[in-house]
């Protein structure tokens, strides 16, 4: 956990805190005060008002730290200087900023104005002795721009680290009453550092109340998302940033689920499988067209008859690979696999180039969003096609499929009769309706069955004969 500098005038600040909390304790009067979680315990703090002038946005804040990326040039100095104006008005650009594109002012954010604008700040914030925001950095930030003149606070102990810092904004946040949620990424990135501060996976499902499987998952696409953005970087040094995935939560959580599967299978079809999906995602397509995305046959099957050669690995990197430390060797990429990786990095890098608004040349921009609408449009063919032969499959299944359930009810219906006898139970009357209406049913099964299939197997032999026999008599 790095520890940030003490910002400016801090020390007046702080002995203006204990100023205040002395008169509030001298008080005769109701005193306000707010309770936090910490260390498992409940914490009581007394809430004073102190200037909103000399409150410092949260430089650690976890609400927007995927967003920091959003400007690298400005992120940068924010590293360096926390507490400077430039830094302090960009955090509060990026409170007010739509999490998956910071381009765009959150309706949330509006939304809080306008409570704030008609019933006031009806619950308190949380600052440290040095007046930096640990719960409460976008009211901070409407409040501002309503033009108030201070803000009621919650004061935490004088002692408190970094480390409880973070704890305290974390349990808040996980709390069920809590009225704005983390982004996806920020929700990750909370989880990576609580397992960078030594818990365990069953720990930290506790605190974020999940299932331990659900924080596995959610480490697994962080990495994968990590991997994708250092392979995003071409030569021109253009790159993604996590931002660029938030809007991809469901689509993630899908390919992960499908990958496991696959992988217990093939693990070469589920990397080729994961390479494809993960490159549709990137092209924006949506949940309902990646799921044509079975497994790797996609790409041999439906890809390669609409996408150029040239994005197709030449050779694949089939000399072996030895492991650093152990002397074992493995093998490289087969075909498949090298061109899926191709397809993949060109995609990545293809948008990261056309989005890159200061350091590509505006002719290499150009010539990469070509190159990205290029093979968006061999994916949407391929996924047409795809999408098409699965309704086909589904259409010929969907007979079958409605027989074999019938089954089932069937034979869940002979233990439902045997039970009904026993008790004696068993309304004769209406189960001899009910075998009327299956043997009509029977009947028309038949029909429609000896008008489409051409060489009956043993099963449409017998429904065929059983329906002419029940027609002689």
Request: proline residues 4%.
């Amino acid at each position: 956990m790095r520890e940030l500098p003490t910002p400016p005038g801090a020390a007046a600040l702080s002995e203006l805190i204990k100023k205040r909390l002395a008169e509030a304790t001298a008080s005769k009067g109701t005193r306000e005060t707010v309770t936090v979680e910490w260390n498992q315990q409940p914490l009581h703090v007394e809430v004073i008002d102190l200037p909103l002038s000399r409150l410092y946005f949260n430089p650690a804040t976890h609400r927007i730290r995927a967003q920091r990326s959003h400007d690298p040039q400005r992120d940068r100095a924010l590293h360096e200087d926390p507490y400077s104006t430039q830094s302090q008005d960009y955090l509060k650009f990026l409170l007010q900023a739509e999490p998956k594109n910071p381009s765009r002012r959150d309706p949330d954010f509006e939304n809080l104005k306008e409570s704030l604008q008609g019933f006031g700040q009806t619950d308190p914030g949380l600052v440290t002795h040095e007046g930096i925001l640990v719960n409460g950095n976008t009211r901070a930030a409407a409040l501002r721009e309503l033009g108030r003149q201070s803000m009621r606070v919650g004061i935490l102990p004088e002692s408190f680290t970094w480390t409880d810092i973070n704890a305290i904004e974390l349990s808040l946040q996980l709390r069920d009453d809590h009225r704005r949620e983390y982004s996806y990424i920020n929700r990750m990135l909370a989880m990576e550092e609580q397992a960078g501060l030594g818990k365990d996976k069953q720990a930290i499902a506790k605190e974020f109340r999940v299932r331990k499987e659900t924080v596995e998952q959610e480490r697994w696409i962080l990495s994968t998302i990590r991997e994708q953005i250092k392979r995003s970087q071409g030569p021109r040094g253009a790159v993604l940033t996590l931002i660029d995935f938030e809007d991809h939560q469901e689509k993630l959580k899908e390919l992960h689920r499908a990958y496991e599967k696959l992988r217990a299978v093939d693990q070469e079809q589920a990397d080729v499988f994961k390479e494809l999906r993960l490159a549709a995602i990137t092209l924006g397509f949506a949940k309902t067209d990646v799921r044509h995305i079975e497994d790797g046959a996609f790409q041999d099957t439906y890809l390669r008859k609409e996408l150029p050669e040239v994005f197709f690995a030449a050779t694949a990197d089939e000399d072996a690979v030895t492991v650093p430390g152990l002397g074992v060797s493995i093998p490289g990429d087969t075909d498949v696999l090298a061109s899926a990786r191709k397809i993949h990095d060109e995609v990545l890098q293809a948008k990261a180039e056309a989005k890159d608004l200061s350091g590509v040349p505006d002719d290499d921009r150009k010539h990469a969003g070509e190159k990205f609408q290029q093979v968006w449009k061999a994916f949407d063919g391929a996924l047409d096609k795809a999408g098409r032969s699965a309704r086909l499959r589904k259409r010929k299944q969907l007979a079958p499929a409605r027989l074999a359930d019938a089954c089932a009810d069937i034979d869940q219906c002979v233990v439902d009769l045997v039970q009904a006898r026993a008790s004696r139970a068993l309304d004769e009357e209406a189960f001899d309706d009910a075998v009327v209406n299956l043997r009509e049913s029977l009947r028309k099964l038949a029909h429609q069955a000896g008008r489409g299939i051409r060489n009956p197997g043993s099963g449409v032999s017998w429904l065929l004969e059983a329906a002419s026999m029940e027609d002689i008599s």
